[in-house]
């Protein structure tokens, strides 16, 4: 079965990439972590053991934003950034599941 194929990724500074990377590596172990979701306690624990370091990760890359003057989050370009890296599908393994109906 072929990938599906995603929009290109817009230009970023290599601290908004770091941003956009860092961010999704948080949500994807939160996706993991999710009570909802998960389905065995190791890979929760090994989720939330990660959690720490890629949290760490995520606060260099703003640090390193702010530091070099990038005080504006483009969220348009930034979002844009996130839905060619699947970022609506990663993010959506944070979320409480529907119910199901019957």
Not at 11 to 22: H, I, K, M, P, S
Not at 25 to 52: E, F, K
Not at 73 to 80: E, I, K, Q, Y
Request: charged share 25%; hydrophobic share 40%; proline share 9%.
């Amino acid at each position: 079965m072929p990938l599906p194929e995603f929009p290109p990724l817009p230009a970023l500074t290599r601290a908004e990439g770091a941003y956009v990377d860092g961010y999704l590596d948080v949500v994807d172990l939160l996706g993991r972590l999710n009570p909802a979701r998960a389905s065995h306690t190791y890979g929760a624990l090994r989720a939330a053991q990660a959690l720490v370091t890629r949290a760490t990760a995520l606060r260099d890359a703003l640090t390193l934003m702010h530091e070099r003057g990038e005080n504006e989050v483009h969220a348009p370009t930034l979002a844009r950034a996130l839905r060619a890296l699947d970022g609506e599908r990663r993010t959506g393994r944070v979320t409480v599941p529907q119910d199901p109906v019957g």
